[in-house]
Each structure stands twice: as C-alpha cells, then as structure tokens.
C-alpha cells in the first residue's frame, strides 16, 4: 500500500477551503443555481443539518432562501454537471463570523427537474451555529415553532412517508 502526500497533489496547501484556503481566481460569486428554477413537486432535501428531509417544491425553496439568509457572503468554489443527472456545488460563506463550507449533490429527474438535493455542511463546529440562526431567522423557517432543522422529524410536512423512501433513495 502506498502513501499519498497530500502537501504536493493538494492546492490548498492543506488548508480547508471554507478556510479561504482555495484558489481565489477559481471562485465565482454572480452564480445564480438554474436548478432553483425546475424544481419537481416531490423534489427533497436533506443533509448535515437535517434529521429526515424536507420534501415538496415550496417547503424546499423557503429552506434553502431560509438558510441563505443566515450566510455572510457565499463565494462558490465549484458549480457544474456531474455526471449524466447530476449537478454538484461547492461554496463557502460565513455564519456569524466563522467560515462554513458545503457541497450539495443534485439529482434530476428523467424530465430534467430537480429531484433531490444532497447538502453537507463541514467543519461541524459552523453546522452547529445553523440551529441557533435559523430560530432566529425572519421570516420564519418552514417548520414547525417545536422544530428545528436537526428535529424536523416533529413535522409532517417534512417527511418522506415511509412508502416512498425507497424510491427516493433514502
């Protein structure tokens, strides 16, 4: 087996890039995601911050503008296809002043909607600032007042019914 040295293949030089460590002429930050646009009726979300997924077209808008609002500044390190279905971001931001970063995976239908987003959040130290913002946000969140995105399982609205899970995946 043999070893990798990862200070000479990495160009961050091994610092994380929700650090700022990447390269700064590769991040873009007039991007727009095309794929907000087509979402299917079924489309879900889940991810680090969710316990469960948050399901349908306007419950996953009103998360996703929700979470943006808590950001300071969003610089994407990466937006393109991958793969033949999917789309993959990466982008970093601030949440009251310390650097988050998040790769979303997303996966379109065989109409070419969005079918389901994939969003993990790192270092976790920044994921756990979300829960504390997002019961503070305005307008209020798509959750219940007894919820919070690691609880969202208290409600319905953002569950994939068991029948179903297979199909999407989870």
Excluded at 98 to 105: H, Q, R, S
Aim: glycine share 10%; proline share 8%; aromatic share 8%.
């Amino acid at each position: 087996m043999s070893s990798t040295d990862v200070s000479t293949n990495s160009s961050t030089d091994g610092v994380p890039t929700y650090m700022g460590g990447g390269d700064p002429a590769g991040r873009f930050t007039d991007y727009c995601p095309a794929w907000m646009d087509n979402l299917a009726d079924d489309v879900t979300v889940e991810g680090s911050l969710l316990d469960g997924a948050v399901q349908g077209a306007d419950p996953v808008r009103t998360f996703i503008g929700t979470i943006r609002t808590m950001y300071d500044g969003q610089e994407y390190n990466y937006a393109g296809p991958w793969g033949d279905n999917s789309f993959l971001e990466d982008y970093t931001a601030q949440v009251r002043g310390e650097p988050i970063g998040c790769v979303a995976l997303v996966t379109r239908n065989a109409a070419g909607q969005t079918q389901h987003i994939a969003a993990n959040y790192r270092p976790r130290s920044s994921l756990l600032l979300l829960p504390a913002c997002w019961a503070r946000s305005s307008p209020a969140p798509p959750l219940a007042s007894n919820s919070s995105p690691a609880r969202p399982e208290t409600d319905n609205r953002f569950r994939i019914p068991s029948s179903k899970r297979s199909e999407a995946g989870a």
